[in-house]
């Protein structure tokens, strides 16, 4: 919270839902409460130290191993031997290339995301092969499951991979269902200055703000995606 405007409608969205969390756990002041938010801090130091070190889907692997998916809608974490072995077959360097070469970078969809392990593998492996995935890759994820996006979010943000992350349903032809929330990686503002121009629409980016304003889409309406969007601008500015 503390890269939003204090006392803006973003800032004060976050500021209420994180006050949920500390209420869910003894209520703020409470020796309770403060181990709780500490361990959560810890936690997500964690899961960047690992993006840092061997990026993988540390979450998502968490989120099976705990039995928190919902097996009965289908819901199952592919292990991460196989996500890379899939990014290997998928990714060739010489197609790569050409392609890097003709338009700069190359695009990603991930219709059923998870916690985004696919799109972390493919990174990785188009470092291997000696590109820069900060700069030669964009990513749209999307997961009907809004846990799992949020996962995705906080794994591609980690790895510093752009990519927007949307709530919705793939397979759906409504708006409303297809895009719920929309929220950009920081990194994705950094690529869209990059190029001159947002990698989704295609449509020329003058200055911060408009490669900010030019992410969102459907789920402007969400606070989770205006406070994205603020972040994106704020970290473009720097």
């Given amino acids: 919270n503390g890269m939003l405007e204090p006392g803006s409608p973003e800032w004060r969205h976050f ?12 209520g703020k002041g409470t020796d309770k409460a403060r181990e709780y938010m500490t361990g959560l801090s810890h936690m997500l130091g964690e899961v960047v130290h690992e993006h840092q070190v061997a990026p993988r889907d540390v979450l998502g692997r968490l989120f099976h191993a705990a039995e928190l998916h919902n097996k009965y809608a289908g819901q199952f974490f592919t292990p991460d031997s196989v996500m890379r072995m899939m990014a290997m077959m998928q990714l060739d360097q ?43 890759m964009a990513a749209e994820l999307r997961d009907v499951d809004a846990k799992a996006a949020k996962m995705a979010f906080i794994q591609t943000t ?37 190029h001159g121009h947002c990698p989704f629409t295609g449509r020329a980016i003058e200055g911060a ?25 704020d970290a473009a500015e720097q």
């Fill in 15 to 26: 500021e209420d839902r994180y006050m949920k969390v500390v209420e869910r756990a003894g």
């Fill in 209 to 233: 703000r408009a490669a900010a304003d030019e992410v969102p889409g459907p789920g402007l309406h969400d606070p989770d995606t205006a406070a994205g969007l603020r972040m994106m601008r």
């Fill in 94 to 136: 010489d197609e790569v290339r050409r392609t890097i070469d003709e338009r700069g970078y190359v695009t990603f969809q991930e219709p059923a995301c998870g916690a985004g392990g696919m799109i972390i593998h493919a990174a990785e492996v188009m470092r291997e092969m000696g590109f820069d995935p900060a700069i030669h």
């Fill in 158 to 194: 980690a790895a510093g991979i752009p990519a927007r992350i949307i709530t919705g349903n793939t397979l759906s032809g409504d708006p409303s269902q297809s895009c719920r929330e929309m929220i950009p990686t920081s990194a994705l503002s950094h690529f869209m200055l990059h």
